[in-house]
């Protein structure tokens, strides 16, 4: 048999072997006993039928991605993976939905999870699938503020354990202290170094990110009266993971700030495999360019809205 002979047999047995697979159903076990070849070669030869273009296979998402802005917002600020988001059903939180499944796809099962705070990643929480990844560490990035799930970071790390059956570490400590003092005695506490020691170290972060404004934390009482007109005085524009920027995304630095409980998040996302930031809304579009900007995530998921601001049309 000549090579173009073999060549033209072997293509035939592609399409017939992906007829069999996908439309007939059979195993590859069935096949393989049909043809009287092997298992292994079945697969292989699944796999070269789809390389070939003789299968396509689509996943037919129940939302609508953007591929031409996810593009042009990996080309601009250089990262690794973007989700734009068009949610065509009001009752289902899409934007959620499509960042936990990105979040399962690069979990490995002995990683270590950093978890922010806020709406966006209890979102992201609420939307991953029941998992069993029982070696998997899932780690606050601050301490505990609030009143709400949202704004409770160890509350965040207990659901997602829980979620995919890992576990999960908390802070006992609160997020703000009330005095240098305090801060020194609470940070001088090894069960607080380690776990902010795992949140800088952490495989994978699930981020969100807020607007000063517009954000909660003010109306919890986390503040002392000088604070807000502090970090107010400092042009705050907003945080993530009680990181706080200026309105020309620098790090600020206050009486405030370093009172707080937090793991550093410039160190968590340098050391970070995946760093996930999750925010919608054209009001956070320059919060969400100063932590691109600054490499904070590798990964974005937004709205269309969102990231036509960003991109500036």
Partial sequence: MNKIES?????????LIANLYYKEKLSQ???AKKLNISRPWVSKLLARAEESGIVKIE???PFTENAAL????MHKYYIKHVGVIKSENATRDDLALAAANYFISELRPEDVVGVGWGTSVSRLIS???????????VVPLAGSFGNTMDLFPNLSSIRLAKTINGVAEVIHAPAVCSSQEEYEALMNNGQTQKLLYMGEHADILLLGMGTFEISSQPQFGIFKPGDIAELKARQVMGDIALQYLDVNGNPIDTDFTRRLIRANI???SANARTSIGIAEGVYKKDIIHAVLSLKLVNALFTDEETALALLGI
């Fill in 7 to 15: 060549s033209d047999s072997m293509f035939n047995k592609m399409i």
């Fill in 29 to 31: 076990q069935e096949i």
């Fill in 59 to 61: 996943v037919m998402t």
């Fill in 70 to 73: 996810e593009s042009a917002l």
């Fill in 127 to 137: 939307a991953t699938e029941s998992l069993c990844f029982p070696k998997v560490k």
């Fill in 266 to 268: 410039f160190k968590a």
